[in-house]
């Protein structure tokens, strides 16, 4: 393991830390959260907080050190952590090594995690059973030299076993919209009104954002597409249960459109100012160009575009499963790294 050179060491150093430090902790993705969010999120996103005020409060309370994370330890999951150790400990561990490491516990569950900030990167140590189970490291706004050489770093510790691209266009022109394409070729498409005045051009079989819903049908039947009104989106009407929502009136009175064509499956949302949002998902044999080619062609260049890759490894060395995301921005990268114990 001499070879292993922390990842946010290097990276902080790399952002102006003191030399002395070199080393450890590989950055973020897939051991973070998006955004897209998005996307789906990660699960290390889904942990990366349902802090109520006190948690606020506490992570606030953070000190950001100037100073890189220490090196990866001998045994340790990341940087000095061990999967063996309480809070406490790690907390003491991070001190011995001069950062600064904070505690807290989810106001809602009592859960214990330790959150520590150095050089613009953030790293979060969940625990169960007062031992560690997941460790999320995040680093924003990264150059792109950092990042591959943040990758490399990881992967001297394993190599990928599953590896997963992402390409994410959305356009803000008339309305938000995305479009999702994987390397196994799945695509989502999903447009949202965003405030757009009535009229506006959804980007899709000639819809409008405001069309009433028997209009929405008509035109998407006229585009290929199998279009079913149904109330409330279908399933259980919470409108004919008991002790029915006070805004009942309003909702049941607003249907929502099933979609289907080919393998693609989605639906179209209306609130009382008309259509509202559309999401679809399928395949691509073409991994989504046609698609970008014709959502140019109506709303122009999109407005950003992400790629990002996710792998998955295993450190046997130091019993550690290791999630990494990196996703490519205009000009940087985010990088989330997620890490739990691994038998």
């Known amino acids: 393991m001499k070879t292993w050179v922390g990842l946010l060491v290097f990276l902080a150093g790399c952002k102006g830390s003191t030399p002395e430090a070199p080393p450890p902790q590989a950055s973020a993705s897939a051991e973070v ?46 940087s000095v952590v061990r999967w063996n150790m309480t809070s406490a400990e790690v907390v003491s561990a991070f001190k011995d090594a001069g950062v ?53 770093k990881i992967a001297e510790r394993g190599a990928a076993t599953t590896t997963t691209e992402r390409t994410e266009h959305r356009w803000k022109k008339s309305g938000t919209v995305t479009v999702v394409v994987t390397s196994d070729g799945s695509m989502r498409e ?65 249907p929502s459109i099933a979609i289907t064509k080919g393998d693609q499956e989605g639906t179209a949302s209306f609130d009382d100012k008309g259509l509202t949002q559309v999401v ?11 698609r970008t080619k014709d959502l140019e062609a109506q709303l122009g260049k999109p407005a950003s575009i992400e790629t990002a890759t996710k792998t998955y490894r295993v450190d046997t060395a130091h019993a550690t499963g290791i999630d990494l995301e990196v996703k490519e921005h205009e000009g940087s990268s985010t990088i989330l790294a997620t890490y739990r114990p691994k038998s």
């Open 33 to 78: 959260p998006s955004a897209s969010a998005s996307v789906t999120p990660p699960a290390s996103a889904a942990v990366a907080d349902d802090a109520g005020p006190e948690d606020a409060a506490a992570d606030e309370a953070v000190t950001t050190s100037n100073k890189a994370f220490p090196p990866l330890a001998k045994d340790a999951a990341w």
């Open 190 to 254: 999903e447009y949202v009104r965003d405030g757009t005045p009535a009229g506006g051009n959804v980007g899709l079989a000639k819809l409008t954002w405001g069309m009433a819903p028997a209009a929405v049908q008509t035109a998407l039947q006229a585009a290929g597409y199998t279009a079913r009104i149904t109330k409330g989106g279908g399933g259980v009407d919470p409108c004919s249960m008991p002790n029915a929502p006070p805004d009942c009136g309003k909702k049941s009175a607003t």
């Open 100 to 152: 600064v490491a904070s505690p807290a516990n989810d106001r809602k569950t009592g859960a214990e995690r330790v959150s520590v900030k150095s050089n613009g990167w953030d790293a979060t140590i969940y625990f169960s059973a007062g031992k560690p189970n997941q460790i999320v490291v995040i680093g924003s706004n990264v150059s792109k030299d950092q990042a591959a050489k943040a990758v490399a």
């Open 280 to 290: 679809l998902s399928g395949t691509s044999a073409d991994k989504g160009a046609g």
